[in-house]
């Protein structure tokens, strides 16, 4: 079965500095990777999504994440943080066509320092 | 509503007593997710509804935990016998139709605490 794994619970950075948070996955099948985006007091909301093609992939508020298949991995990145990125933010896969079959990664909380 | 709704926001019991979460899903979405978000871990996935087949029941931890789908929309998930372990944020999320590209959309979920 496919997993996930974030490195790092918790991550802070300063306003402006860049925004780096990691995703590797596990899977038997080329994956569909996800980030989702939870801001406090609210619902996940997809930050961007791999399928197949491109592998750097663009999404919104300037997030970006690429596609790294030998490295397995689908790392987050923002180059200029904003107060606003402060949330949680979770890593996911898909394997195949199986809608259900979707991992979440245990998430990682990124703080913006003024 | 253009999105996921869910209700309560949050709700405390008793260890014991018996919940019901409901989930309201996108109008049009086939598809109907639960699943559970503990304190320093990722979701959970418990459940998955789809049009009028057999639900994955897969991801329930115990018989305690049950839901259902009335007409192919709304979804209740009902919580027997509750311990403090089941204390977490339940998540619903819908999508489109089957397939690995379709977007989840999450409702706000509800914060369970039992005592």
């Known amino acids: 079965a496919q997993s996930v794994t974030q490195l790092g619970s918790h991550v802070s950075v300063s306003e402006g500095a860049l925004v780096l948070l990691r995703c590797n996955y596990s899977s038997s099948v080329p994956p569909y990777l996800f980030w989702y985006v939870q801001y406090p007091n609210q619902g996940l909301q997809l930050l961007l999504k791999?399928?197949?093609?491109?592998?750097l992939v663009k999404g919104i508020n300037g997030f970006e994440a690429e596609f790294k298949k030998s490295e397995t991995s689908f790392h987050l990145t923002k180059p200029s943080a904003h107060m606003s990125d402060a949330a949680e933010y979770f890593c996911a896969v898909r394997s195949g066509y199986n809608n259900n079959d979707m991992r979440f990664g245990a998430g990682t909380r990124l703080t913006v320092k003024p | 509503g253009a999105g996921v709704s869910q209700s309560p926001s949050n709700k405390v019991t008793e260890k014991g007593k018996d919940v019901e979460l409901r989930c309201d899903p996108i109008?049009?979405?086939?598809?109907l997710y639960w699943y559970r978000q503990s304190l320093g871990q990722g979701l959970e996935f418990l459940i998955y509804?789809?049009?009028?087949?057999?639900?994955?029941k897969s991801g329930l931890p115990s018989d305690r935990f049950s839901a259902e789908r009335t007409g192919g929309s709304v979804s209740t998930l009902t919580i027997q016998r509750t311990q403090q372990e089941d204390s977490a944020v339940y998540l619903c999320?819908?999508?489109?139709?089957?397939?690995?590209?379709?977007?989840?959309?999450f409702g706000p979920g509800t914060r369970l605490t039992v005592l």
């Open positions: 791999y399928t197949t093609g491109a592998t």
């Open positions: 109008s049009g979405h086939t598809a």
């Open positions: 509804f789809q049009g009028n087949s057999a639900p994955d």
């Open positions: 999320a819908s999508s489109l139709s089957p397939g690995s590209n379709n977007e989840q959309f």
